[in-house]
């Protein structure tokens, strides 16, 4: 709570165009902003995330639902009072001889008005194979709420990375548009000057206009879209949608792609979606074990004790000159309940266990497949985002020397507006495709690191 709650203070001085001014290249000032890198905003999200910390509360849970358990196996102790008041007692028919009246039956009330009692009770398990089997499943209970929660966190890494990669190029192509808009502003001034000199025609002029029109319209879609991906992340990080934050901007051509290593196979062990499939098939069979238990003898310690008043007057507080007598009682005992037949109940719900085991098994055998698939498919896009990657990048090249020469060409007066547009359309294209490229390697590369089960590597970069 100390780091959320510090967290929070920094990223509240945030001011809130930061995604314009970052997107649009604009520096922040000093003191206004804070840069949020993927590190943060991962490590944010494991602590604010709504669902991550629903997972960690399943694993406190679990913990209870243990003491729970181990509460069977301890003495139960249960404290007892009562008051009991009889108007009318209860006749009973006495043959006559016993009062030296043969032949009559005689009515006589047995009991007192009043009585009262308070005591205690006492009852032990000494065996029940049921308390046994169940202290184990609530211990794997546990287990299985700790890979639930790894398995959350690391959904939640993949896709707060995801969202992350997809500000960073959205923001990059806005800043392909700047410059983009940037050129052809010159190429506008220089037309508006030709034009005053009679070296250029009305259309030209409009028909660059309408470009530059163009771009700015399509700045602004990305602007929204940049603001909109960064709420997203937001929400997914947890955090308060109201709250300004800023991307530091990462040079692309820093990154370095590498590509998958051939041959390499994985070890389906490794992953949590696997773990949670095989502590799930171990739950179930404590859960068949728990009905076996059913055709187990129990035994178990019962001991009472009380004290009782008895009277024709309320027994509190009264003694025996009042009429009211007190003397107490005591038990000990052993309870053996021995299962005999139940109309082979027990039988069927250990058989439909059974069915749910091998149901489950089925499940791990399809998830193992479509983990190494996943891993294979993950190799091969890398691979292939990677030749497209470069592809793109010498298609970014090729294109920027045909937009300077054509440039260079029109300013001559050897190629015509439209080569020009043409070239600078392209040029943008290309651009936009190169960093579309970097998106889907990056994408690509976290399924990878999912794939290979580390996520979590992530929160070290």
């Known amino acids: 709570m100390k780091w959320l709650t510090l967290s929070l203070l920094l990223l509240t001085g945030l001011y809130s165009n930061s995604a314009r001014a970052q997107a649009g290249g604009e520096q922040p000032a000093a003191g206004e902003a804070k840069a949020l890198t993927l590190k943060d905003a991962l490590n944010y ?21 243990i003491d729970e358990v181990k509460a069977r196996a301890l003495p139960q102790i249960n404290g007892n009072a009562g008051l009991t008041y009889n108007p009318i007692l209860q006749l009973s028919a006495l043959p006559g001889e016993l009062a030296g009246q043969p032949g009559k039956t005689l009515m006589v009330a047995f009991g007192q008005k009043w009585a009262s009692s308070a005591g205690v009770s006492l009852s032990q398990n000494l065996f029940d194979q049921g308390v046994f089997t169940g202290l184990k499943a609530a211990k794997s209970t546990k287990e299985y709420y700790k890979i639930n929660a790894q398995l959350t966190d690391e959904q939640l890494i993949e ?24 050129n052809t502003s010159k190429v506008q001034t220089i037309i508006k000057g030709q034009f005053e000199n009679g070296l250029a025609k009305q259309i030209d002029v409009d028909r660059i206009a309408v470009n530059i029109s163009n771009l700015q319209t399509q700045r602004q879609q990305l602007l929204n879209g940049v603001t909109q ?16 934050i800023t991307l530091p901007a990462v040079e692309f051509t820093a990154i370095h792609p590498q590509t998958a290593p051939a041959g390499d196979s994985l070890n389906v062990s490794t992953r949590t979606e696997f773990r949670l499939l095989k502590q799930q098939e171990t739950l179930l069979k404590y859960q068949k074990d728990a009905y076996k238990a059913e055709n187990y003898p129990t035994l178990s ?11 024709n007057k309320v027994p509190w507080f009264q003694k025996g000159s009042a009429g009211v007598n007190w003397f107490d009682y005591a038990s000990v005992g052993l309870s053996l309940k021995v299962p005999i037949f139940n109309g082979f109940a027990t039988r069927s719900r250990v058989r439909q266990a059974d069915v749910s085991i091998r149901k489950l098994q089925e499940d791990i055998a399809s998830t193992s497949l479509s983990l190494n698939l996943m891993y294979e498919n993950a190799k091969t896009q890398i691979n292939n985002s990677i030749i497209i990657l470069n ?10 020397k045909v937009f300077f020469n054509t440039q260079n060409n029109y300013n001559n007066g050897l190629a015509t507006l439209t080569d020009l547009l043409d070239a600078e359309n392209s040029l943008t294209e290309a651009q936009n495709n190169h960093s579309a490229a970097l998106l889907d390697y990056r994408v690509a590369e976290i399924q990878l690191i999912k794939a290979q089960g580390n996520l979590k590597s992530l929160l070290n970069q």
């Open 45 to 65: 999200a494991l602590q604010a995330s709504q669902t991550a910390r629903k997972a960690r509360l399943d694993v406190e849970n679990g913990q209870y639902q």
């Open 159 to 182: 896709q707060v990375a995801t969202t992350y990669y997809q500000v960073l190029v959205q923001r990059q192509k806005i800043g392909v548009l700047d410059t983009t808009l940037l």
């Open 391 to 400: 592809n793109q990048r010498e298609n970014v090249q090729l294109a920027q």
């Open 229 to 244: 991906l960064e709420n997203q992340l937001k929400y997914a990080m947890g955090m308060a949608i109201q709250t300004p």
């Open 301 to 311: 310690l019962n001991g009472n004790y009380a004290y009782q008043g008895l009277g």
